[in-house]
């Protein structure tokens, strides 16, 4: 009997103690994102200018979002954002990550070099490129015509063909370094036993990669590409310095149009529907990715 009552008052003890740490974060997390998520998912269906009275319109933002057809143009820049940022940035991130792993001089070097842009505002990335890519006085068109390659000498800012990619490759470059580095613990993290039992069988660089350090990240890269995606649908400042969205809708993605209706064009309604649409795309793209690394994980135990 004595027995059981101490347990109950463990027991007993541990709740309360649990308690007491999980209040205040439950309560941050209710007072800063939850209310605030539910306050946006109301406005989204208000016509408000800012100012004024709330009128309540029901599913017009909606309605008005996709019937418009620039807004279709601005869903593909923001795909485009995301399938780029996915099939390149973590790759090379991985890539880098795995040299650096691999790699017995200058490690510390490299690898703060390669991080050093992801620590600076992206406000000046977009500065520094808006200049070194100006079509008239920028440095690249000037380096480019100076060697005889004047047919690659673009409009890279104010081309409705490529202004998009430009952004995308800008912000791409800026945040490779960002990805490295959280791979990289990754890899750090894997045993060396295992990675001395693999060179002592024969394994090469690149069989190591594939059957070794891969799997064993596995975990690490599926928040690599949860941060990636999100990050790309709610990054705006590359953009918005470079171009402006511009020229039209050309390089706009959903986040700079949220900005532009909800601050530029004092309509916060409008704004708040796409702010719905981005919380959504990102938690149905981050359960896509749960389910990809999921599925893949399975395949690799069964093989086992």
């Keep these: 009997m004595k027995n059981d009552h101490d347990k109950r008052k463990r027991k007993h003890s541990d709740i309360l103690f649990f308690t007491f740490f999980s209040v ?39 309605r008005f979002l996709f019937s418009y057809s620039d ?18 940035q973590i790759p090379l991130a991985t890539i880098l990550a795995f040299v650096l792993f691999r790699l017995t001089k200058g490690f510390r070097f490299f690898r703060a070099t390669y991080f050093l842009p992801s620590i600076i505002s992206a406000t000046v990335i977009g500065l520094m490129f ?40 800008v912000s791409l ?14 890899m750090q993290s894997i045993s060396e036993e295992i990675m001395e039992s693999a060179m002592i069988d024969g394994a090469n660089n690149f069989q190591l990669a594939v059957h070794i350090v891969l799997p064993q990240i596995r975990p690490v890269l599926e928040v690599s590409f949860i941060f990636c995606v999100t990050g790309c649908l709610k990054g705006f400042e590359h953009a918005f310095i470079m171009t402006w969205g511009g020229p039209g809708v050309a390089s706009t993605n959903l986040a700079l149009y949220m900005y532009k209706l909800a601050f530029s064009s004092s309509e916060l309604g409008k704004g708040a529907a796409i702010a719905v649409m981005i919380v959504i795309s990102a938690l149905a793209l981050t359960r896509l990715t749960n389910l990809i ?12």
């Design 130 to 169: 808006s200049v070194l890519l100006n079509s008239d006085i920028g440095p690249v068109n000037s380096l480019l015509r100076s060697v005889g390659l004047n047919s690659l000498a673009l409009s890279w800012l104010s081309n409705p063909r490529i202004s998009i990619y430009t952004v995308t490759v």
């Design 71 to 88: 807004f279709w143009i601005i869903i593909r820049n923001t795909a485009i954002m995301v399938l780029m940022n996915v099939a390149i």
């Design 173 to 186: 470059w800026q945040y490779i370094g960002y990805h490295m580095v959280l791979i990289l613990a990754g």
């Design 293 to 304: 690394f999921r599925v893949k994980g399975e395949e690799d135990a069964l093989s086992l």
């Design 24 to 62: 205040p974060s439950v309560l941050l997390y209710i007072v800063f994102l939850i209310v605030p998520l539910g306050l946006v998912a109301w406005l989204s269906l208000t016509q408000w200018t800012g100012a004024g009275d709330i009128r309540f319109i029901g599913l017009e933002n909606y």
